[in-house]
């Protein structure tokens, strides 16, 4: 079957340039909510998933979903420090943080709505354990004071969060004297402080989790045996980054969800408006379809030219509302973790599965939408459309 040549379909597309536009624009608009959905729920697991560490190890208490409704004992958390696979520092100290975390709720800057904020008493091992975070202003907190430090999304997202300012929390003020960024990790929202201070300023007997760094790439299995032998602990050690990455499947796939059935309905309007568009095409080029039926071509032909058009119309938009998606990656937001409760700062993130999602939506939507007029083109007669023009 002889085919009709590319460049005359993408001609007509032309000919017909404004009608062309607004409809492309209509499907840009759909393809833009729909990639916009997929890049916040990848940000959402990106942050989380590079939050973790994958020779750190997190213990919980058995059953505990979160690190805010854990209790780790000072008993347990002793016993899980003298583990023979955990790592030493430079100078011989363990590389073990035992860490409380609690919720504070803050007065978002501009607004001054309350918004809970993640607070995390560690040991002095505990920013070694996170490389990814590096102190950008001030200093580090001192162990046994009421110092704290604050991660880059709460200085700029939070009042009263610059260094030298207090915060009032526990019962007592606490003194701002650091700044940390997090290379754009969960961390990057939370506030650090002492450990046993914290304990003592929220009343905990426990402490939420304990985390530790591995001694040998290959010594989770062992650790993990040694836990699970020792009826004392009933807790659940897991990699950092597996914890993490747990962490964000329940939020990334409500929104992943959310935000698909809304981009279906959308799709909808899209899909009519190109139908709309391709019978239009139709009606005008009766007598042109009998020219192109009269030299030859057949209706396979025909239905093909007319559903490619349609195609490339809705690949014209996807690209439109691709681009305008690539744009939200220079936008900070933030929402709230359905796991801790807290705030947590993220960027939206485009990746090549995201972009290939969102051309196979948008092509689809041109089929759905092209099927029809093509068909009903390709089903003309000759003389009929003759006639006509």
Known sequence: MRAIPFSYIARNLWVRRVTTLLTAAGMALVVYTFAT??????????????TGQADNVLVLRKGAGA???SGVDRVQASILESLPGVATGR??????SKETVVLNSLPKAGTGKPSNVTMRGMGQAGPALRPQVKLVEGRWFR???AEIVVGHAVAVGFEGTRIGETLRFGGRDWLIVGTFDAAKTAFDSEIWGDADLMMQSFRRSAFSTVVFRLGSADG???????IEGDPRLQVDAKPEIQFYEEQSEGLAKFIRILGTVLSVIFSIGAIVGAMITMFAAVAQRTGEIGTLRALGFRR???LLAFLSESLLLSLVGGVLGLLGASAMQAVDISTTNFQTFAELAFQFKLTPGIVLQTLVFSLVMGFVGGFVPAWRAARLKIVDCLRAA
Do not use: D, H, P
């Open 37 to 50: 959905v997929l890049m916040m729920s990848e940000g959402i697991r990106a942050t989380l998933v590079a």
């Open 67 to 69: 690190e805010i409704n």
């Open 91 to 96: 100078v011989g100290e363990l590389l073990v």
């Open 143 to 145: 162990a046994g004071t």
């Open 220 to 226: 989770y299995a062992k650790v993990k045996a040694a």
């Open 300 to 302: 396979g032909a025909v």
